[in-house]
Structure formats: structure tokens, C-alpha cells
């Protein structure tokens, strides 16, 4: 099973990144996908999740309306929009994949190696 994120960069506050992760080695479909992430010295807390059937729930109070994810079954892949960054999303985000989406990160069983979103 291989999550590999991708996307990550440094941007100036406001500005956008698209986040892709792509799935390998499991019935993607069957599986719902979160976005998390981890800001330095701080845990990890969940973004955002999509089941399989493209419902998607936010978890971030400060997200709403600036992020969104989606989710490409064929392809296996799975997207976080990130519009009008703020530098307090400075940090690293994984992908997972867990059989039903939840914030807590226990729930889920396979993680990417995540990727860096700096934002100045």
C-alpha cells in the first residue's frame, strides 16, 4: 500500500496550492480519504475527508470556505484545494485512507509521508 502526496510549496499568504495524493495497493474506492496535517510543535489535527461516494466533511473551523477536497476514483487520487493561505497553515499534510471518515487520526490505516506547505 503506497500513499504519495504531492503539491506542497512555500506561497505568500494568499495565494493557492492544490494538493494531490495518489493511492496504490488497496480498493480505493472502498476507503475514505482525509487530509491532515501537522503544524511545527503542535499535533495533528484532521482538515478534511471524503468518502467514496464524493461527500465531504471539514473538520478545520478555519478552512471552511478557503479549502476544499475532492476525490477522482478512477485515477485513485484524492485533492485538497487551498485558497488564500495564511501562514497559520504552515505545516506538513498527509493523505489517509481509513474505512470511515472521522477527524481522529486513529482511524485511519494508511498515510502518505506528507508533504510541506510553507506560507509567508
Known amino acids: 500500500v503506497q500513499l504519495v502526496e504531492s503539491g506542497g510549496g512555500s506561497v505568500q499568504a494568499g495565494g493557492s496550492l492544490r494538493l494531490s495524493c495518489t493511492a496504490s495497493?488497496?480498493?480505493?474506492?472502498?476507503?475514505?480519504m482525509g487530509w491532515f496535517r501537522q503544524a511545527p510543535e503542535k499535533e495533528v489535527e484532521g482538515v478534511a475527508a471524503?468518502?467514496?461516494?464524493?461527500?465531504?466533511?471539514y473538520y478545520l473551523d478555519s478552512s471552511k470556505g478557503r479549502f476544499s477536497i475532492s476525490r477522482d476514483n478512477a485515477e485513485n487520487a484524492v485533492y485538497l484545494q487551498m485558497n488564500d493561505l495564511r501562514p497559520d497553515d504552515t505545516a506538513t499534510y498527509y493523505c489517509?485512507?481509513?474505512?470511515?471518515?472521522?477527524?481522529?487520526?486513529?482511524?485511519?490505516?494508511?498515510w502518505g509521508q506528507g508533504t510541506q506547505v510553507t506560507v509567508s
Open positions: 471524503i468518502y467514496s461516494t464524493g461527500s465531504s466533511t
Open positions: 489517509a485512507a481509513g474505512r470511515s471518515c472521522s477527524e481522529d487520526q486513529e482511524r485511519y490505516t494508511y
Open positions: 495497493g488497496y480498493t480505493y474506492s472502498s476507503y475514505c
